[in-house]
Each structure stands twice: as structure tokens, then as C-alpha cells.
């Protein structure tokens, strides 16, 4: 029996050791703290790792996290300066500096913080309308955290963030913004296509433009170089009749030659002969009769030549006169002077629509004339 008791005493000796070690040795993890109590009073703070205490005698409070620390709070209702009602989301970022203060100052500190969070941003908000509400994120944060790490510093604590989470507005007031939005997105639509349509009827006028102005410009040159051709053709002209030496006879020739041609032009029913066409005649005359210039066109006729016109135009001129013979010779003197006479007029006739014809040429040449002289001005404009 005695031995039984032994046993039992050494048993029980050891579990009291085992309880008095464990009493003794308090182990903090690390980031984290514990007050230690004696006697109902604040004796000290546990830091991490192993740490003695006197069992009985000192009382250990729970752990303290010094991390850093999250809080989310929900929506607080806060009126802005224009009167709207909005629901604003927070999230608070804090860590405990001073574990004495945070468990002997403030009873609940996330809830003394999450308070204070309200009531502050209803002084901050209250001061903005909701547009600036909605766009002055920044500054809210700011100024929140200023006045929660005033307000908190006493608590042992340390606010680093505050975060506005989210804003909501009224519905009415979303359904307003939506239509602002849209009228502005319409309004951006409706002035960019405006700006395209302005841009492309610039672009079509300025094209339009380029190409008047090439056209003209082609037209001028065309106009320059027909001038120029025309200018040159003439020219080459006058120096092969200058260069071949061509006498009187050779011109009046080519120019009785010219004159069937110009009468081909439409609308040439009047003609005006110059006397011009006299001299040409005439030099045709002595070209073709000899060498000896006479003053008559038409040689003189030859008894026994006078056709029956003659005679018939001769003796409707004058009448009571006698026609030819019957053998067909001519009557005398007198019938050979009136058929001279009758081929001086028609010569007359003849020198009269060749003037005409001639004034049309010379028309002419002084239009071809002055238009080449435009061009030569235009050219070295």
C-alpha cells in the first residue's frame, strides 16, 4: 500500500510540475502580442517567442494581430449638397501600432472605426454636389484617411488606405445619366458624321477645282501649240514663196486657184470681188497671150469666132440691128465691138465676187494672225 502511494504522490508531483511549466511558459507567434495582467493591472506586453509568466499571479490576454488588416464596410446612406440620397461602399486598411492602447483604450475598435468611416463621409459628402461625388474619388479617399489616422491614433492604431468601394446613385438619377450619356454619344455621332460629310465635300470641291484648272491649263496649251503650228505653217509658206522667188504670173494662179474653195464655204451666197482679181486676170491675160501686156482681158474677137448667144444677146441689146447672114458669118465691125463689150462686163463680174472673196481671206489671215499673237502672249505670261 505504501508503495501505491508513492506512486500516486510522484504522479501527482509531476502533473503539478507539468501545470506549473505550463502556467509558466507563454509562446507569442510572430505578428502577434498579448498583455499580461497582475493582480486585475496591465503588467506588460508578450512580444513573439517564448516568454515567462507567474502562474496564478499573472493573467495572459488573448492575441493581438499586429498585421495589417481589412475591413469592408457596407453601404452608408449619405445625402450629397444637391440633395440625393447615395449608398457609398468602403474598405478600410489599418494595422495595430500599439497593442496596450488597442486593448485598454477602445473597447471594439473595427466597430469605432467603421462609425467613425460613416460619420465622416457624411461631412465630406455633404459638402459636393453628386457629379463631383462620382469624379472626386481621390480626394474623398484622402481626406478620409486623414481624419480616421487623427481619430485613431489614440486607439493604437494606423490607418494606411481607405477605399471608396462603390457609389450608387438613385435608380432615377442612373436612368437620367444613361439618357445624358446617350444624347452625348449621339451628339459626338451626329458631328462626327458631320465632319466626314464636310471633309469629303471639301476633298470633291478641291478635286473638282485641280481638275477645271488642269483642263484649262491643257486647253491653253492645246490652243498655244494650234497657234504655234498655225504660226509655223504660215510662215513655211511665205519663205517658200520668198526662197523660190515665184513671180506675179505663179500668185495670180494660185490665188484665182483659192477662190473656188473659199466659195465652197457654207453661207457664201453674196460675193465681193476686189480689184485685185482685175490685176490677176490681167496677168493671166498677158501670160497666156505673150509677152506683151495688153489692156484688155478678153483678146479681140476675130471675124468669123462671134458664137449664135453672141449674136442672139447682141440683137436683144439692139434691136432694128441686122443679125448675121445666113450663111452664119458675121454681120461687121459692130458685132465683134459689142461682143467685146458683153466680155468686159461679164470680166467686170467676175473681178466683183473675187474682191469679195478676197476681203473674206484677208479676213481671215488677220483673225489667224491676231490669235497667234495671243498665244505668244499667253506663252510668255
Known amino acids: 500500500m505504501a508503495e501505491i502511494a508513492a506512486l500516486i504522490a510522484a504522479v501527482v508531483v509531476v502533473l503539478l510540475m507539468f501545470t506549473f511549466v505550463v502556467k ?4 507569442v507567434p510572430q505578428a502577434r502580442a498579448r498583455n499580461i495582467e497582475r493582480f486585475g493591472r496591465y503588467r506588460k506586453t508578450l512580444e513573439p517567442g517564448m516568454n515567462f509568466i507567474i502562474p496564478f499571479v499573472d ?6 494581430d499586429l498585421r495589417e488588416q481589412v475591413v469592408a464596410f457596407k453601404g452608408q446612406p449619405v445625402i450629397t449638397e444637391d440633395n440625393l440620397v447615395v449608398h457609398i461602399d468602403t474598405v478600410l486598411f489599418f494595422q495595430v501600432t500599439d497593442p496596450r492602447a488597442a486593448d485598454y483604450e477602445i473597447v471594439n475598435y473595427i466597430q469605432a472605426i467603421e462609425q467613425i468611416t460613416a ?3 457624411r461631412s465630406v459628402i455633404g459638402n459636393m454636389d453628386l457629379e463631383e461625388t462620382l469624379t472626386s474619388r481621390d480626394k474623398i479617399n484622402t481626406m478620409l484617411r486623414g481624419v480616421l489616422d487623427d481619430a485613431s491614433g489614440k486607439w493604437g492604431l494606423r490607418v494606411t488606405r481607405v477605399e471608396i468601394k462603390a457609389i450608387d446613385p ?3 438619377v442612373i436612368d437620367a445619366m444613361e439618357k445624358q450619356m446617350r444624347a452625348e454619344r449621339e451628339k459626338r455621332a451626329a458631328i ?3 465632319e466626314g460629310l464636310r471633309q469629303s465635300k471639301i476633298l470633291t470641291a478641291e478635286g473638282e477645282k485641280q481638275s477645271q484648272i488642269l483642263r484649262a491649263e491643257g486647253d491653253k496649251q492645246g490652243q ?4 504655234e503650228g498655225q504660226s509655223q505653217a504660215i510662215g513655211t509658206v511665205f519663205q517658200a514663196v520668198h526662197r523660190n522667188d515665184a513671180d506675179s504670173k505663179v500668185l495670180a494662179y494660185q490665188y484665182l486657184q483659192t477662190l473656188p474653195q473659199l466659195a465652197q464655204a457654207q453661207g457664201n451666197t453674196f460675193w465681193v470681188i476686189p480689184s485685185e482679181v482685175t490685176t490677176a486676170l490681167k496677168t493671166l491675160s498677158s501670160a497666156f497671150g505673150g509677152d506683151s501686156a495688153s489692156p484688155s482681158v478678153v483678146p479681140q474677137a476675130r471675124p468669123g469666132r462671134v458664137t449664135s448667144a453672141t449674136a442672139a444677146a447682141l440683137t436683144a441689146d439692139r434691136p432694128g440691128q441686122p443679125g448675121p447672114g445666113a450663111d452664119g458669118e458675121p454681120a461687121g465691125a459692130e458685132q465683134a465691138v459689142a461682143e467685146q463689150a458683153v466680155a468686159e462686163q461679164a470680166v467686170a463680174e467676175q473681178a466683183a ?9 484677208e479676213q481671215e489671215v488677220a483673225a489667224v494672225q491676231q490669235q497667234v499673237a495671243e498665244a505668244e502672249k499667253a506663252s510668255t505670261s
Request: glycine fraction near 0%; avoid cysteine; aromatic fraction near 0%.
Open 24 to 27: 509558466t511558459v507563454r509562446i
Open 192 to 194: 462626327l458624321t458631320a
Open 119 to 121: 460619420t465622416m463621409l
Open 170 to 172: 438613385p435608380k432615377s
Open 224 to 227: 498655244i501649240l494650234r497657234a
Open 59 to 64: 493573467r495572459v490576454k488573448p492575441l493581438i
Open 353 to 361: 465676187r473675187t474682191r469679195e472673196v478676197v476681203a473674206q481671206v
